[in-house]
């Protein structure tokens, strides 16, 4: 009888573990935004609308030109965060430019018209290929996302000229997808510094329009 007690209260923690497991999963799947709108793919750029998981109430949709865009996404700059020691050493290294002209001459565009058609709860992501090390194999990428809730615009990096692959299986499993790389954690900057700020949660974002309309907004220089 006392076996029989044993067996069923293993049975119980089992499943109970089981139950935990999948809560998880589902907790897991629930934390990640969704695709609800492409809004432009082709081999060179890739520019979606995603919805968001929890509220964030973006004055979304936002009239923002090709031209603007451009300016704003110019003035960006990054650096891959490093842990001690190695940051003494990244530190002396100036931040590189996000962008190139070519990069931003494909992007702004799609996220011109992205930002137009985008909800309240969903935000704009982008992908911006280039040929990789091995371009039968991947591409060198720059991805990431962007939302404006009015003063600001959020900018998040995921990918900064990181080798992805094309592919979407292993060659010797078509069934095992490949999964793309761990995004790496950045640090951005943006010039002129006075319109990179933080909002009332101590996200950095930019003062867009602010910027906009100063005399500083075309004295980025062409890269």
């Given at each position: 009888m006392r076996n029989r007690f044993i067996r069923s209260d293993r049975r119980g923690v089992a499943g109970l573990a089981l139950?935990?497991?999948?809560?998880l999963a589902a907790a897991g799947c629930a934390r990640l935004p969704y695709i609800t709108k492409t809004i432009h793919e082709d081999e060179r750029v890739v520019v979606v609308t995603q919805r968001e998981v929890q509220p964030r109430a973006y004055t979304h949709p936002v009239a923002l030109t090709d031209a603007e865009l451009t300016t704003l996404l110019r003035g960006f700059s990054i650096r891959e965060q490093q842990r001690l020691p190695l940051r003494w050493f990244a530190e002396e290294q100036p931040p590189k430019p996000l962008f190139r002209d070519d990069d931003l001459r494909a992007l702004a565009p799609h996220l011109a018209r992205g930002f137009q058609q985008v909800g309240a709860e969903e935000r704009v992501r982008f992908e911006v290929r280039n040929p990789g090390f091995n371009p039968v194999y991947g591409r060198?990428?720059?991805?990431?996302w962007m939302a404006v809730r009015d003063p600001y615009l959020y900018l998040t990096i995921d990918y900064f000229h990181t080798q992805i692959p094309v592919r979407k299986s292993d060659d010797y499993d078509s069934n095992y997808p490949l999964p793309p790389p761990t995004p790496k954690d950045y640090i951005l900057y943006f010039e002129p510094g006075r319109f990179y700020t933080s909002d009332d949660k101590r996200v950095p974002a930019v003062v867009f329009r602010?910027?906009?309309?100063?005399?500083?907004?075309?004295?980025?220089?062409p890269r």
């Open positions: 139950v935990l497991v999948w809560a060198d990428t720059i991805a990431g602010g910027f906009l309309q100063s005399g500083e907004a075309g004295a980025a220089a």
